[in-house]
T-cell receptor, first 114, second 111 residues
Framework: KQEVTQIPAALSVPEGENLVLNCSFTDSAIYNLQWFRQDPGKGLTSLLLIQSSQREQTSGRLNASLDKSSGRSTLYIAASQPGDSATYLCAVQYSGAGSYQLTFGKGTKLSVIP | DAGITQSPRHKVTETGTPVTLRCHQTENHRYMYWYRQDPGHGLRLIHYSYGVKDTDKGEVSDGYSVSRSKTEDFLLTLESATSSQTSVYFC??????????FGDGTRLSIL
């Protein structure tokens, strides 16, 4: 069974700090990897999608990298703000059977302290 | 947001009753998905659809059925609700090589 792990489960940082969230996956035969944020009581907001042929994607203060060979992805947030406080989820779409399915990690809850 | 509406947003019902959740999209995307989100388990796929009348099972499909008679609508039915199906249910949509976009969720409580 494919597994996606996110460490740490929770993270608290002062405003303005740069930070990295980690995601690891057990099978390198992925189709793509997606990062989401989820605010309390809300749905998921798509942040970045990295195709298996790509190494990284950037959107504003966010940069996501992908290393298939080591089974890892990182989400880098520059100059963090209190509005970045949310749970960040990593999800992997695998190639092959059931390839439409996203397998999610359990998320990292980020708190940015003013 | 990506033009996804889930209804109802909240529902409380009793064990053994049938429940239908609706997902409506205005994006004309081919793929639609139903997930449930539970503490300690994260998000898990229930069923998905890759076209009108084309559906398949996900990781946790037991006790659930789906139907898609139109591109824009994807229905999730609990034939006889059980307390273990108390959860938050999310619908998502996507096209090929595009990110999945999620609705705001339905909070379902089964007493």
């Amino acid at each position: 069974k494919q597994e996606v792990t996110q460490i740490p489960a929770a993270l608290s940082v002062p405003e303005g700090e740069n930070l990295v969230l980690n995601c690891s996956f057990t099978d390198s035969a992925i189709y793509n990897l997606q990062w989401f944020r989820q605010d309390p009581g809300k749905g998921l907001t798509s942040l970045l999608l990295i195709q298996s042929s790509q190494r990284e994607q950037t959107s504003g203060r966010l940069n996501a990298s992908l290393d298939k060979s080591s089974g890892r992805s990182t989400l880098y947030i520059a100059a963090s703000q209190p509005g970045d406080s949310a749970t960040y989820l990593c999800a992997v779409q695998y190639s092959g059977a059931g390839s439409y399915q996203l397998t999610f990690g359990k998320g990292t809850k980020l708190s940015v302290i003013p | 947001d990506a033009g996804i509406t889930q209804s109802p947003r909240h529902k409380v019902t009793e064990t053994g009753t049938p429940v239908t959740l609706r997902c409506h999209q205005t994006e004309n995307h081919r793929y639609m998905y139903w997930y449930r989100q539970d503490p300690g388990h994260g998000l898990r796929l229930i069923h998905y659809s890759y076209g009108v009348k084309d559906t398949d099972k996900g990781e946790v499909s037991d006790g659930y059925s789906v139907s898609r008679s139109k591109t824009e609508d994807f229905l999730l039915t609990l034939e006889s609700a059980t307390s273990s199906q108390t959860s938050v249910y999310f619908c998502a949509i996507s096209d090929i090589n595009q990110p999945q976009h999620f609705g705001d969720g339905t909070r379902l409580s089964i007493l």
